[in-house]
C-alpha cells in the first residue's frame, strides 16, 4: 500500500476561483500566475483550469517552455523577465512575453538583432524596491525600449506592496497608485497592476491585465477569509494515523519532548512531515481534522510524522482520516498558526507527496 499522503487537486475549484478573479474585473483581461509549480499545484494541472485566463504568467523560462509543449497559446509572461541573452532568443522564439525592470535588460534589448516582434511589460519600482524603474525614471525607460524596432507592445506594470493592507505606514497602497500615475501619465498602453489582493479588494484601480495568483488556489491574500471572498480550495491534503499511543499525565512527546501531557490522553501519529512540506515551526495547537473532527498538533513536526491529540476525537483509530489543510481546514488557519502565510505552505508541497486530481 502506498503511504497514505495525498494532496487532491480540484481543477473546478481552479476554473470558480478564475470566474471569481474575474467578476470583480470585468473589464480587465486575466494573466493567471502559475509560477512556483502553479503554487505547488502543477502546471499541466493549472493549465486545465485556467483555460478561460487570457495568458498565464509564471518566473521560469524552462516553464515557459513548457507549457507551450503542453499547448498553450494564448500569452505566457515571464515576470521576472530575461535573465540572459539567451532567454532572450527563447522568449523571441517562443512568442514570450516578458518584464523589463532594469537598464541592463533594456541594454540587452538593443543590442540582439532580433526581428520581434517582442511584446514587453515596463515594470516601474512604485515603492516596493525590489525591481523596475523608479517613477522619475520610467518615461525615459519607456522612451528607450519604444525605440527598438523589434519591441512591438509595451505594457505598463507594478505590483503592490500593502494592497491587503492600503493604510500601512511603510508605503500607502495610494502613494504607489499616485507613483504609477506620475510616471505613466500620457502614455497611451495597456496598463498592468493587480495582484490578488488588488483584484478583490479595490475595484476602483482600473487595470488592463490583472495578475491573480493565490486566490485562484482558493487562499486568501489577506484582508478577509478565503470562504468569505467566496473562494473554493484547490489543494486538500490528506493522510491517515498510523499508530496510537496511550499516554500519562507528565509524560511527553516527539522530538525535544516539546509538549508534555497535563493529564492522561490519547495520541495519534499521522503520516505527515516536514519532508512533505508540512511546516515544522507548527506549534502545539494547530489545527488538524481527524475523522473531520477538528484537533490539534501536540509535539515538534518530525521529517515523515507529527501527532495529534485524539482524546476527544470519538471511534479515531489507525487508519482514521486526516485532514491537513484544504476541504474543511482553511490553509490559511493552518499557516496562520505557524506563523506564515498559505503561499508559503502550498509552494512547500513536496516531491514525494502524491497528487492526485479530485
Ligand atoms: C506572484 C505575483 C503576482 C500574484 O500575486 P498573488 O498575491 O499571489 O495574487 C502578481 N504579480 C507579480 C509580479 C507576481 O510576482
Redesign the pocket.
Known sequence: MPRPLLASIDISALHHNLRIAKSHAPLAKIWA?V?ANAYGHGLERAMRGFAEADGL?LIEPENALRLRELGWQKPILL?EGIFDAADLDTAAQAGLNFAVHSPDQILLLERAALKGPLDVHLKMNSGMNRLGFKSEAYRAAYQRLRAIPAVRKITLMT?FANADDPLNPGLPLLQQVQLFEQGTAGIEEERSIA???ADLMHPELKSDWV?????LYGAS?GGASAEQFGLKPAMTLTSKIIGIQRIGAGEAIGYGSRFVAAAPMIVGAVACGYADGYPRHAPNGTPVLVDGVRTTTVGRVSMDMFSVDLTNVPGAAVGSNVTLWGAGLPIDEVAHAAGTIG?ELMCALAARVKVVES
Not at 495578475?211 to 486566490?215: N, Q, T
Open positions: 500566475v509560477k504568467a515576470l505590483h495582484n490578488s489582493a495578475r491573480p495568483g493565490i486566490m491574500p503561499y
